[in-house]
T-cell receptor, first 109, second 115 residues
């Protein structure tokens, strides 16, 4: 099956810093989503981005489908950005999201 | 619009008991998914439905697990009998084939503890 690798596994930053999270996938995909799992365990949709670039406030994402990777950018980090960020993909319209292992982001005040 | 609704939010039960988790998808969504999250295995898909019909249950761990979707607004995931290794957070998600893509939206999850 398709493999999803996220890096780095852990990231600790000071408030105000910028960060880049990476997601590599092993095959072509029809769907790619970024989620934030907050400290209460809730999975929050950030981006649906099988290709191209999107921005939402301090967050932006880029997927280069031909090279099989996606990047999530967080600018001017806030403590509320802490949590685990997941990338998930599916291929062929099968609707079976495969999740990466996540990047645990800790923003210190 | 209300998001995906799951109940209960927390469940503590003893080994051997039956557990039923419930999910109400977003109105108008025609796909419904059950996922499980554990420390060891991360987030994994158990089963999904399209128009109330189970499409792929290859992720269901064993026969103790069953899922139903009697109508477009309700689904259950049942574990009988439960075992301590079933302890996990179970998420329900839904999506629509009518939009530009198949973005999945997740419920708050049910944290199951089997003692």
């Amino acid at each position: 099956g398709i493999q999803v690798e996220q890096s780095p596994p852990d990231l600790i930053l000071q408030e105000g810093a910028n960060s880049t999270l990476r997601c590599n996938f092993s095959d072509s995909v029809n769907n790619l989503q970024w989620f934030h799992q907050n400290p209460w365990g809730q999975l929050i949709n950030l981006f649906y981005i099988p290709s191209g670039t999107k921005q939402n406030g301090r967050l932006s994402a880029t997927t280069v489908a031909t090279e099989r990777y996606s990047l999530l950018y967080i600018s001017s980090s806030q403590t509320t950005d802490s949590g685990v960020y997941f990338c998930a993909v599916d291929r062929g319209g099968a609707q079976k999201l495969v999740f990466g292992q996540g990047t645990r982001l800790t923003i210190n005040p | 619009d209300a998001g995906v609704i799951q109940s209960p939010r927390h469940e503590v039960t003893e080994m051997g008991q039956e557990v039923t988790l419930r999910c109400k998808p977003i109105s108008g969504h025609d796909y419904l998914f059950w996922y499980r999250q554990t420390m060891m295995r991360g987030l994994e898909l158990l089963i999904y439905f399209n128009n109330n019909v189970p499409i792929d249950d290859s992720g269901m761990p064993e026969d103790r697990f069953s899922a139903k979707m009697p109508n477009a607004s309700f689904s259950t995931l049942k574990i009988q009998p439960s075992e301590p290794r079933d302890s996990a957070v179970y998420f329900c998600a839904s999506s629509s084939s009518g939009g530009a893509g198949y973005e999945q939206y997740f419920g708050p999850g049910t944290r199951l503890t089997v003692t």
